[in-house]
């Protein structure tokens, strides 16, 4: 396992067993369930009776009278609402210059490892208070970005689905284009299942309307999937000549290999269409936020009113940013620039799909962004974020509409870096079923015990192994933390002792023990070197 997500495992244990301190990940807590999934929804979706706020205290009052679609479909599936998270007001939509995490509502959420860093966003809050261990699955919601970041900066799952695979009613939006929301979760099982309950049509959303008739909603059925056989990627940001992304990459490329897959270094020209991708943005958001306010219980009614409630308060709703993108928002009316520039995203669209073509690829694989940066209220993100290592992969997934899933990779100066796996819009449970093959090598929790004396073990040991003389299994075994269920192989010269220590384990209780026979036999099997021993 790696160690970034040991340390997020022991987070995970202590959450639940004293007061953990998450990182002001929430903006309201409703308690927990003993019975239900227990789960925490981003602060601009609506619960009947509770805020929906955005982070601003410009919507303090803003009660909403009825659940979200994608809420009601989580009551009535057995999970239980445990609170509101924080999130990086308007969801990042306010100024140019925005600090993720931050808002006037509820603070700055933080980084999960270190305070002094940023959790990313705009879902900051649902991101931190599943690595924190306060839940298991939040809800979070992306335009640009803000399911993908906070998920691999804080080293957890998170899928940003096909736009119009999960409803945005009842959601403050930025994008009709580009708005969805999207689990994220610890686990790929618990992922999937809340994905297969937000998903489906909805009326008040003409977007749900596109789903295919033939649209298969099993996503748990493919978290077992453990090979990648006849699998094609292709390799995003193949170009990056850093040596540490080009170590990645190469770790990319050896498990995709011995999952029987194949990893495709792509010349990728596309011309990616940022200036139209923000017109669109900033044209939608005006449109679609109106129609959200003047449905709500707000007294705020238009986005005139709440750039002047931001002027009127400035001292409390601005001291570390501006609200520039509200200024740009109000001036971009011009209709036949708004069809100019959704006609150049369209066309990026093709040009992602001429990519795959070109390559006969399934979906595109690469490192989700950059580590972790310090919290910076001067200028916001941009300058913290040009003191580490940046790349990034998954714009034209937002913009694209395309399904996008980052699962816990490794870690760069010891902060998380998630992996992201790109495909075709609606093929979000090929791209589920692609990280589940992947994320059981990166996870995975087997033991190997090396069963030999000392003076054998000191000629060369797997890599990863223990030691443990077969004679001492009983008693050292019940000195480690590990679960009856746990996967344990052991290995010696020829295979006698490592099959005695093997019964020893399974009269022991441990339904997994399984003998691998000598140690060329059980490298050869498990897949693993044989390295110099170091006690």
């Given at each position: 396992?790696?160690?970034?997500?040991f340390i997020l495992s022991c987070l995970a244990l202590n959450a639940y067993t004293t007061?953990?301190?998450?990182?002001?990940?929430?903006?309201?807590?409703?308690?927990?369930?003993?019975?239900?999934?227990?789960?925490?929804?981003?602060?601009?979706?609506?619960?009947?009776?509770?805020?929906?706020?955005?982070?601003?205290?410009?919507?303090?009052?803003?009660?909403?009278?009825?659940?979200?679609?994608?809420?009601?479909?989580?009551?009535?599936?057995?999970?239980?609402?445990?609170?509101?998270?924080?999130?990086?007001?308007?969801?990042?939509?306010?100024?140019?210059?925005?600090?993720?995490?931050?808002?006037?509502?509820?603070?700055?959420?933080?980084?999960?490892?270190?305070?002094?860093?940023?959790?990313?966003?705009?879902?900051?809050?649902?991101?931190?208070?599943?690595?924190?261990?306060?839940?298991?699955?939040?809800?979070?919601?992306?335009?640009?970005?803000?399911?993908?970041?906070?998920?691999?900066?804080?080293?957890?799952?998170?899928?940003?689905?096909?736009?119009?695979?999960?409803?945005?009613?009842?959601?403050?939006?930025?994008?009709?284009?580009?708005?969805?929301?999207?689990?994220?979760?610890?686990?790929?099982?618990?992922?999937?299942?809340?994905?297969?309950?937000?998903?489906?049509?909805?009326?008040?959303?003409?977007?749900?309307?596109?789903?295919?008739?033939?649209?298969?909603?099993?996503?748990?059925?493919?978290?077992?999937?453990?090979?990648?056989?006849?699998?094609?990627?292709?390799?995003?940001?193949?170009?990056?000549?850093?040596?540490?992304?080009?170590?990645?990459?190469?770790?990319?490329?050896?498990?995709?290999?011995?999952?029987?897959?194949?990893?495709?270094?792509?010349?990728?020209?596309?011309?990616?269409?940022?200036?139209?991708?923000?017109?669109?943005?900033?044209?939608?958001?005006?449109?679609?936020?109106?129609?959200?306010?003047?449905?709500?219980?707000?007294?705020?009614?238009?986005?005139?009113?709440?750039?002047?409630?931001?002027?009127?308060?400035?001292?409390?709703?601005?001291?570390?940013?501006?609200?520039?993108?509200?200024?740009?928002?109000?001036?971009?009316?011009?209709?036949?620039?708004?069809?100019?520039?959704?006609?150049?995203?369209?066309?990026?669209?093709?040009?992602?799909?001429?990519?795959?073509?070109?390559?006969?690829?399934?979906?595109?694989?690469?490192?989700?962004?950059?580590?972790?940066?310090?919290?910076?209220?001067?200028?916001?993100?941009?300058?913290?974020?040009?003191?580490?290592?940046?790349?990034?992969?998954?714009?034209?997934?937002?913009?694209?509409?395309?399904?996008?899933?980052?699962?816990?990779?490794?870690?760069?100066?010891?902060?998380?870096?998630?992996?992201?796996?790109?495909?075709?819009?609606?093929?979000?449970?090929?791209?589920?079923?692609?990280?589940?093959?992947?994320?059981?090598?990166?996870?995975?929790?087997?033991?190997?015990?090396?069963?030999?004396?000392?003076?054998?073990?000191?000629?060369?040991?797997?890599?990863?192994?223990?030691?443990?003389?077969?004679?001492?299994?009983?008693?050292?075994?019940?000195?480690?933390?590990?679960?009856?269920?746990?996967?344990?192989?052991?290995?010696?010269?020829?295979?006698?002792?490592?099959?005695?220590?093997?019964?020893?384990?399974?009269?022991?209780?441990?339904?997994?023990?399984?003998?691998?026979?000598?140690?060329?036999?059980?490298?050869?099997?498990?897949?693993?070197?044989?390295?110099?021993?170091?006690?």
């Open positions: 396992m790696n160690k970034f997500l007061d953990l301190d998450t990182n002001n990940s929430l903006i309201d807590f409703y308690g927990k369930s003993e019975t239900k999934i227990n789960i925490v929804i981003k602060d601009n979706i609506d619960i009947q009776g509770k805020v929906t706020s955005a982070g601003s205290l410009a919507l303090k009052d803003n009660v909403a009278n009825k659940n979200a679609f994608i809420i009601q479909r989580l009551i009535d599936s057995d999970f239980h609402i445990s609170g509101k998270a924080n999130l990086s007001e308007w969801a990042n939509f306010r100024s140019e210059n925005s600090v993720s995490g931050w808002s006037s509502i509820g603070g700055q959420t933080t980084h999960v490892l270190d305070s002094k860093y940023n959790p990313c966003g705009s879902s900051s809050g649902s991101a931190v208070a599943v690595a924190s261990g306060l839940v298991d699955i939040a809800i979070g919601t992306e335009t640009n970005g803000s399911i993908s970041c906070p998920s691999s900066i804080n080293g957890i799952i998170g899928f940003k689905p096909t736009v119009g695979l999960v409803s945005r009613s009842g959601i403050i939006p930025i994008s009709s284009s580009q708005d969805t929301a999207g689990p994220m979760g610890k686990t790929l099982e618990i992922v999937a299942k809340t994905l297969e309950v937000i998903s489906g049509y909805d009326p008040n959303d003409n977007a749900t309307s596109f789903i295919p008739d033939d649209f298969n909603f099993n996503f748990v059925d493919v978290t077992n999937n453990r090979r990648l056989d006849g699998i094609r990627f292709g390799l995003l940001n193949a170009d990056n000549q850093h040596p540490q992304v080009i170590e990645f990459h190469n770790e990319i490329k050896a498990i995709v290999k011995k999952l029987g897959g194949e990893l495709i270094d792509i010349k990728d020209d596309r011309i990616y269409p940022d200036e139209a991708e923000y017109f669109i943005l900033l044209y939608e958001f005006r449109v679609g936020l109106e129609k959200y306010l003047q449905s709500s219980s707000s007294k705020m009614q238009n986005l005139n009113d709440l750039i002047i409630f931001n002027e009127e308060n400035k001292n409390t709703v601005m001291p570390h940013f501006g609200q520039d993108i509200f200024f740009k928002s109000l001036e971009s009316d011009s209709y036949i620039r708004y069809m100019w520039s959704k006609y150049k995203v369209s066309n990026s669209y093709k040009e992602t799909l001429r990519l795959l073509e070109e390559y006969e690829l399934d979906a595109f694989i690469g490192l989700t962004r950059g580590p972790a940066w310090r919290i910076n209220y001067d200028g916001g993100d941009w300058p913290a974020m040009q003191e580490t290592l940046r790349f990034s992969s998954g714009g034209f997934a937002a913009h694209n509409g395309m399904p996008h899933i980052t699962i816990p990779f490794f870690n760069i100066d010891n902060f998380p870096v998630g992996i992201s796996i790109i495909g075709k819009r609606w093929d979000d449970r090929e791209i589920l079923k692609f990280a589940a093959a992947i994320d059981s090598k990166l996870t995975d929790k087997s033991i190997i015990i090396d069963v030999r004396s000392l003076d054998e073990v000191k000629t060369g040991i797997i890599q990863d192994a223990i030691h443990i003389e077969w004679t001492d299994i009983e008693k050292e075994i019940s000195n480690l933390d590990i679960s009856k269920d746990q996967p344990i192989y052991l290995y010696c010269r020829s295979g006698n002792r490592s099959g005695k220590a093997t019964a020893i384990l399974e009269k022991m209780g441990f339904t997994n023990a399984k003998n691998v026979g000598g140690i060329i036999e059980a490298a050869d099997k498990l897949d693993k070197k044989i390295v110099k021993y170091s006690e």
